[in-house]
């Protein structure tokens, strides 16, 4: 069974811990401070922000998301499966998106899916259970581990922004050399990507998008 972390992911303690782990954490709390503690509620909403952050900026899926929420009645499943596809496009959300997000809908009205009992269940089982689903894969199954579920030791390899700032800080060239060298950051992978968002960030001077 998924335990709930005692602490939260950013906590005195555990970034202690992972400054002496590798200096390149040092070298970004240093510079810009302890990263962001980046939580979003578990559920159907958080998961479909998720969706459409795939592979955009968080600047433009906060916009779509916010325009689609304020054009539904409710942000709920039976809500996004009234929408037509013109209605979807009104507030901004791609064709492909909405086959994702109609996905997603329907696997929680049918039952295939539960968010609410994904908390007591492995990573191993959330991640098989997500991924099931049209237009969830490890990317976005790991982003819900991380925000909505707490996973303390998650480090996305699929992420641009993570990948980015590790080349910079690491000076390694290939994914692969990245991820051996995240195991040395175990078990505190999941606190070692927000430091590495929070680099990426404000290197970019971007603003958190929560």
């Known amino acids: 069974m998924r335990m709930t972390p005692d602490l939260p992911i950013v906590n005195a303690a555990d970034m202690k811990q992972l400054i002496q782990l590798d200096r390149i954490f040092d070298v970004i709390h240093n510079k810009y401070g302890p990263p962001p503690d980046w939580q979003r509620p578990q559920g159907f909403i958080s998961l479909c922000r998720i969706i459409l952050e795939q592979q955009v900026s968080l600047a433009s899926a906060k916009a779509h998301f916010d325009k689609l929420d304020a054009y539904l009645p409710s942000f709920t499943p039976d809500q996004i499966l009234s929408l037509s596809d013109e209605e979807m496009r009104h507030c901004q959300i791609s064709r492909q998106k909405t086959r994702y997000?109609?996905?997603?809908?329907?696997a929680i009205?049918?039952?295939?899916?539960?968010?609410?009992?994904?908390?007591?269940?492995?990573?191993e089982e959330i991640r098989a259970q997500l991924t099931r689903i049209p237009g969830i894969g490890m990317w976005t199954s790991d982003i819900y581990l991380m925000f909505c579920l707490q996973s303390k030791d998650i480090f996305p390899l699929g992420d641009v922004a993570i990948i980015s700032a590790s080349k910079t800080l690491t000076g390694l060239t290939q994914k692969e050399d990245i991820a051996d060298r995240s195991l040395s950051w175990r078990p505190l992978r999941t606190l070692a990507s927000f430091y590495l968002w929070h680099f990426y960030l404000r290197t970019r001077h971007r603003p958190d998008v929560t």
């Open 101 to 106: 997000l109609k996905a997603l809908s329907m």
């Open 109 to 123: 009205l049918d039952r295939q899916l539960d968010l609410q009992s994904l908390s007591d269940r492995n990573e």
